[in-house]
C-alpha cells in the first residue's frame, strides 16, 4: 500500500494487508499524533487496509482561541 506522510510531505511503500496500528507501529509513530484517512474516510487504528490502498497521515493540531473571564 501506499503510504503518504505529511510534515514533510513523503510516500512510504509498505507490504501486505495490515490493520493501522501495526502500520504505525511499524513507521514509529504514535497513534494519538495523527489522523488516518483512507479515501474520504477517517479510519481507526483496528481498520485493515488492503495492500492495493493508498492512505494519508495528517498530524493532529490542537489548540483555539482561549476565553479570559470578564
Do not use: Q, W, Y
Amino acid at each position: 500500500m501506499k503510504v503518504i506522510l505529511r510534515n514533510p510531505r513523503r510516500e512510504v511503500a509498505v507490504t501486505g494487508n495490515r490493520r493501522v496500528k501495526d502500520i504505525l507501529r511499524e513507521l514509529e509513530i504514535l497513534p494519538e499524533t495523527v489522523l488516518v484517512i483512507c479515501g474520504d474516510d477517517l479510519i481507526t487504528a483496528d481498520h485493515v487496509v488492503r495492500d492495493d490502498a493508498t492512505i494519508e497521515l495528517r498530524p493532529v493540531m490542537s489548540g483555539g482561541s482561549r476565553k479570559d473571564p470578564p
